[in-house]
T-cell receptor, first 118, second 113 residues
Framework: AQTVTQSQPEMSVQEAETVTLSCTYD???????LFWYKQPPSRQMILVIR??????QNATENRFSVNFQKAAKSFSLKISDSQLGDAAMYFC???????????????FGAGTILRVKS | NAGVTQTPKFQVLKTGQSMTLQCAQD?????MYWYRQDPGMGLRLIYY???????DKGEVPNGYNVSRLNKREFSLRLESAAPSQTSVYFC????????????FGQGTRLTVV
C-alpha cells in the first residue's frame, strides 16, 4: 500500500522569506500524481500544485514550486516570498493512475502546519 | 461556479442519533468520495463511488452508509452516531477513477456528544 510521510508537524517562516515543506512517499507504481493541498482555518481544501510523475520538469505555480525527486520518492514544496495568507495546514497527497482498490483514492500525509510571522 | 457543495457545515449530535451529510457537485464528475479528517492522520477514505450506480467501502467504513443518488449527489449517513465519529468530513469528486485532481467541498465539522 502507498504511504505518504510529512516529517515536519510545524514550520515557521518570516514574511517575505522562503520555506520548504518536506514530503516522502512510498509506492511500487511508476505512474502517479502528487499534490500539495492547502487547508486554511476556513477548512477548505485548496489545490496548490500538482505534479505528474512522468514529467521530469518540476511544477511551478507563481510563488509555489516543487522539487520532485522520483528515484528518492521525495516531493517537497517551496514557498517563496511568504505571505500572511500562506499560513495554513499543508497536505502532501499521492494518487495512482492505475485503477485499483478504493477508486484511486488520494493517500494523504498527516500535514504540516505553516505559521507565517510578520 | 459552485464546484462541490456540502451541507451542513456544522452539526452536533447525541450518541445514537442519525444524520445524513449531503454532497453535490456541478462539474459533471463521475467519481465521488467521502473522507474524514482527524488530527495527525490526514484524510482517510470512508466510502467512494467510482461512477453513478456504484458504491464501495473505503478504509474506514464502519458505522457509515452511502447513497449515490444520481451523478451529481453522493450522501453519507450515520445510522447511530458514536463519539468516535467526531471528525471533519469532506466530500470530493474527480472526473473519473483515473483522473488526477480531486476537488473538495467545504467540509462538515461533526461533534458527537
Amino acid at each position: 500500500a502507498q504511504t505518504v510521510t510529512q516529517s515536519q508537524p510545524e514550520m515557521s517562516v518570516q514574511e517575505a522569506e522562503t520555506v520548504t515543506l518536506s514530503c516522502t512517499y512510498d509506492t511500487s507504481e511508476s505512474d502517479y500524481y502528487l499534490f500539495w493541498y492547502k487547508q486554511p482555518p476556513s477548512r477548505q481544501m485548496i489545490l496548490v500544485i500538482r505534479q505528474e510523475a512522468y514529467k521530469q520538469q518540476n511544477a511551478t505555480e507563481n510563488r509555489f514550486s516543487v522539487n520532485f525527486q522520483k528515484a528518492a520518492k521525495s516531493f517537497s514544496l517551496k514557498i517563496s516570498d511568504s505571505q500572511l495568507g500562506d499560513a495554513a495546514m499543508y497536505f502532501c497527497a499521492y494518487r495512482s493512475l492505475k485503477y485499483m482498490e478504493y477508486g484511486n483514492k488520494l493517500v494523504f500525509g498527516a500535514g504540516t502546519i505553516l505559521r507565517v510571522k510578520s | 461556479n459552485a464546484g462541490v457543495t456540502q451541507t451542513p457545515k456544522f452539526q452536533v449530535l447525541k450518541t445514537g442519533q442519525s444524520m445524513t451529510l449531503q454532497c453535490a457537485q456541478d462539474m459533471n464528475h463521475n467519481s465521488m468520495y467521502w473522507y474524514r479528517q482527524d488530527p495527525g492522520m490526514g484524510l482517510r477514505l470512508i466510502y467512494y463511488s467510482a461512477s453513478e450506480g456504484t458504491t464501495d467501502k473505503g478504509e474506514v467504513p464502519n458505522g457509515y452508509n452511502v447513497s449515490r443518488l444520481n451523478k451529481r449527489e453522493f450522501s453519507l449517513r450515520l445510522e447511530s452516531a458514536a463519539p468516535s465519529q467526531t471528525s471533519v468530513y469532506f466530500c470530493a469528486s474527480t472526473l473519473g477513477p483515473g483522473a488526477g485532481t480531486a476537488f473538495f467541498g467545504q467540509g462538515t465539522r461533526l461533534t458527537v456528544v
